[in-house]
């Protein structure tokens, strides 16, 4: 089935490819992630949740062959190392992440395994963390909105 893309959304693709953001659709028309978002609190786009390997949200250089420096998704995120971006070759965000922000409306639970098990680091609606406490910090592997 094929589906159309609204003016909204190709204007909304159009200024992050302009920007440097990649992003990658998931299952819904309003779900997506961003690679590489860039350093500061600021560059997490509203209603997002924002990762950086570095504390302070710095975007660290790719690490560990190929993970990303930073990252931003509108959805829950069950494995960190699974995603990619279409153009192949990255490994993901798992176990790196040393800096958050929740630009949402939502509590953000990180865990330390995939599929949203192990340690829970709990942070409220609007919420930045230049540092992770250090029992979760580079092992956060997924999170998700609860």
Request: glycine share 14%; with cysteine.
């Given at each position: 089935?094929?589906?159309?893309?609204g003016?909204?959304a190709?204007?909304?693709?159009a200024?992050?490819?302009?920007?440097?953001l990649?992003?990658t659709a998931?299952t819904?028309?309003s779900a997506?992630?961003?690679?590489?978002?860039?350093h500061?609190?600021?560059?997490c786009?509203?209603?997002?949740?924002?990762?950086?390997?570095e504390g302070?949200?710095?975007?660290?250089?790719f690490?560990?062959?190929?993970?990303?420096?930073?990252?931003a998704?509108?959805?829950?995120?069950?494995?960190?190392?699974?995603?990619?971006r279409?153009?192949g070759?990255?490994k993901?965000?798992?176990?790196?992440a040393?800096?958050?922000?929740?630009?949402?409306?939502s509590?953000?639970c990180?865990?330390?395994?995939?599929?949203y098990?192990?340690?829970?680091?709990?942070?409220?609606p609007w919420?930045q963390?230049?540092?992770?406490?250090?029992w979760?910090?580079?092992?956060?592997?997924?999170?998700?909105?609860?």
């Amino acid at each position: 089935m094929k589906r159309s893309i609204g003016k909204t959304a190709r204007l909304g693709l159009a200024a992050a490819a302009a920007t440097g953001l990649v992003l990658t659709a998931a299952t819904s028309a309003s779900a997506a992630s961003a690679f590489s978002i860039g350093h500061g609190a600021g560059s997490c786009p509203n209603a997002y949740v924002c990762l950086w390997t570095e504390g302070n949200f710095i975007q660290g250089k790719f690490v560990n062959d190929a993970k990303f420096g930073s990252f931003a998704s509108n959805q829950n995120v069950g494995d960190m190392g699974k995603l990619k971006r279409e153009s192949g070759g990255d490994k993901g965000m798992q176990d790196v992440a040393s800096s958050v922000v929740n630009n949402t409306g939502s509590s953000i639970c990180f865990y330390e395994h995939n599929g949203y098990g192990g340690l829970e680091f709990r942070i409220g609606p609007w919420e930045q963390w230049p540092s992770v406490p250090s029992w979760i910090n580079d092992k956060i592997s997924s999170f998700k909105y609860c």
